[in-house]
C-alpha cells in the first residue's frame, strides 16, 4: 500500500523563476493538503484540495496556486520566486466523505525547494 | 486566533530517561482536536495521536503517554524509557474545528537522545 508520495526530492531555482512541486496521495484518499516548511519553523497550511477545487486555503499569496486531477494526485505552483520561498514543502492526503474526514492525514517526505 | 507553543527548543536526554515534551495551545472554540506529529531526519511527518477537545482522557500507547488538561490548554507528551530512534523534531498541532487537516502546527522540540 504506498503511501504518500512526492517528486522531485530536491530543486534548486533562482529568483522569478516558477516550480512545479507534485503530489501522489496515499491509496484510497481523496483529499491533499499542502504545508509549506520553512527551516526551523512548523509547517504552514498553504491549501486543501477535493474534488478538483481549492477547498480552503492558508495565508498565502495567489502566486501560489495548485490544481488537482481526476486521479486525485496534486500539483503545487508557485510563480514569481523569492528567496523566501526556500522550504521544505509537504504533501498530506486523507479521506473525505460526505464532507467529514474520515482517515487521519498522511504527510509525504517533501520536496525540498532552494531559491537562490 | 489559534495558537500553538512549544516553548522548549531543544532537549538532550540520555537512553532509558524519561522525557517531557510540553504543549501549550490557544483557541476560542469550544471543538477541536489536538495532534503530535514526529519528524525524523528524513523530513516526513509521522502521526502519533489526536484527541478530541472533549476527550480529557490521558491516554497511552507503549512508551508514549499524553496528559490533556483543558483547564492550563496544555497537551504534553511523555516518552518513557526514551530510546536513541526516539530523536526527531515532535510538533504539536491543533486543528481547525470543521477540517481537520488544517493544521496549526508549534514551532517544534528537537529531541536527541544519547547513547
Known amino acids: 500500500d504506498a503511501g504518500v508520495t512526492q517528486s522531485p526530492t530536491h530543486l534548486i531555482k533562482t529568483r522569478g523563476q516558477q516550480v512545479t512541486l507534485r503530489c501522489s496521495p496515499k491509496?484510497?484518499?481523496?483529499?491533499v493538503s499542502w504545508y509549506q516548511q520553512a527551516l526551523g519553523q512548523g509547517p504552514q497550511f498553504i491549501f486543501q484540495?477535493?474534488?478538483?477545487?481549492?477547498?480552503q486555503r492558508g495565508n498565502f499569496p495567489d502566486r501560489f496556486s495548485g490544481h488537482q486531477f481526476p486521479n486525485y494526485s496534486s500539483e503545487l505552483n508557485v510563480n514569481a520566486l523569492l528567496l523566501g520561498d526556500s522550504a521544505l514543502y509537504l504533501c498530506?492526503?486523507?479521506?473525505?466523505?460526505?464532507?467529514?474526514?474520515?482517515?487521519?492525514?498522511?504527510f509525504g517526505p517533501g520536496t525540498r525547494l532552494t531559491v537562490l | 486566533a489559534q495558537k500553538v507553543t512549544q516553548a522548549q527548543t531543544e532537549i538532550s536526554v540520555v537512553e532509558k530517561e524519561d522525557v517531557t515534551l510540553d504543549c501549550v495551545y490557544e483557541t476560542r472554540d469550544t471543538t477541536y482536536y489536538l495532534f503530535w506529529y514526529k519528524q525524523p531526519p528524513s523530513g516526513e511527518l509521522v502521526f502519533l495521536i489526536r484527541r478530541n477537545s472533549f476527550d480529557e482522557q490521558n491516554e497511552i500507547s507503549g512508551r508514549y503517554s499524553w496528559n490533556f488538561q483543558k483547564s492550563t490548554s496544555s497537551f504534553n507528551f511523555t516518552i518513557t524509557a526514551s530510546q536513541v530512534v526516539d530523536s526527531a523534531v515532535y510538533f504539536c498541532?491543533?486543528?481547525?474545528?470543521?477540517?481537520?487537516?488544517?493544521?496549526?502546527f508549534g514551532t517544534g522540540t528537537r529531541l536527541q537522545v544519547f547513547p
Open positions: 491509496s484510497g484518499h481523496d483529499t
Open positions: 498541532a491543533l486543528s481547525d474545528p470543521y477540517n481537520t487537516d488544517k493544521l496549526i
Open positions: 498530506a492526503s486523507s479521506l473525505l466523505e460526505r464532507e467529514v474526514l474520515t482517515d487521519t492525514q498522511y
Open positions: 484540495y477535493y474534488e478538483e477545487e481549492e477547498r
